[in-house]
């Protein structure tokens, strides 16, 4: 039933995934972590019979290998910050930081899920994989392409009923949800990530194209169903960015971030577009090599 309620809404073949707006029709505000939106009241709030005390859970996907310069560098970040870090992989991976906790990707999907687009790139088994371990386990999914700058025991007090985060849309006074960085603390049945999870899985592979099951997918069920959506982030909280810049304002020594930046999205994609690679040195005064001189 949810399955044929979503397809009539994105339609068939996902032809109908829009952006979000920036002032929805629902009136969903976006925020920042300094200053938190009330929870919606048809939203539950966080199970008080939780460990407040437990440091929150980080999930990252890395499927086979070795782990990118870059992602070192993410895992650092949140390690340094004080999350509990699960990087789930396939096989292959020696090189993960210390402390971080290798899991079995198996446990979540099974290999024979595995799939690429056209291009080669795995983002769309992540769009997937993400949904199936938030649904699973919870916690605060996060890209090995993005750098962590909040500590845990704010994020956890700060937004006790998790978030969702935004991007702006090139050209357009819009911003889109990108699931980049996912803070789903208490999994619920019928929930935005369940819905999404439940979609995705049942998404032929073949017909994908790039973020239909994961950007264009969320904020469509946010858009159309606001009644589930958490909190939303302004842009500047966790793509403050945007991909259009990255990497050369990456690369930059004149980029600078606001104070409310908690998350900084390197957009991995976009370097390989560029044709650099995320495994190079990083000029020492730049903004990102400025933040992976923290964690070397």
Not at 108 to 121: D, Q, T, V
Not at 249 to 258: D, I, N
Request: charged share 20%.
């Amino acid at each position: 039933m949810i399955r044929q309620t979503l397809d009539r809404t994105f339609g068939s073949r996902g032809q109908n995934l829009p952006g979000l707006r920036l002032r929805t029709p629902a009136g969903l505000p976006l925020v920042t972590l300094r200053t938190p939106a009330k929870p919606l009241a048809s939203r539950p709030a966080a199970d008080a019979t939780q460990d407040v005390a437990a440091p929150v859970t980080v999930h990252m996907l890395w499927v086979a290998g070795e782990l990118c310069r870059l992602g070192q560098i993410s895992c650092a970040s949140f390690l340094a910050h004080g999350y509990d870090l699960q990087l789930w992989s396939y096989g292959g991976l020696t090189n993960a930081p210390d402390g971080v906790t290798l899991r079995e990707a198996r446990e979540i999907l099974p290999e024979n899920r595995i799939f690429r687009y056209a291009n080669g790139s795995l983002a769309g088994f992540a769009n997937l994989f993400r949904y199936a371990v938030l649904a699973r386990h919870g916690g605060l999914w996060a890209d090995t392409d993005v750098l962590c700058m909040i500590a845990e025991d704010e994020l956890r007090t700060t937004a006790p009923d998790g978030f969702l985060v935004t991007e702006r849309i090139r050209g357009k006074r819009r911003v889109q949800i990108n699931n980049n960085v996912i803070f789903h603390p208490v999994p619920r049945r019928g929930d935005v990530i369940d819905l999404a999870f439940r979609f995705a899985e049942g998404y032929d592979p073949a017909r994908l194209k790039w973020g239909d099951c994961g950007p264009k997918l969320l904020t469509t069920l946010v858009t159309e169903w606001p009644a589930v959506a958490p909190t939303l982030l302004a842009a500047r909280v966790a793509n403050p960015v945007d991909y259009w810049a990255c990497p050369q304002a990456l690369l930059s020594t004149r980029t600078r971030l606001g104070p409310e930046t908690a998350f900084l999205h390197c957009y991995n994609e976009m370097w390989r577009r560029a044709g650099i690679d995320t495994n190079a040195s990083f000029p020492p005064n730049s903004l990102i090599g400025r933040i992976a001189a923290r964690y070397q």
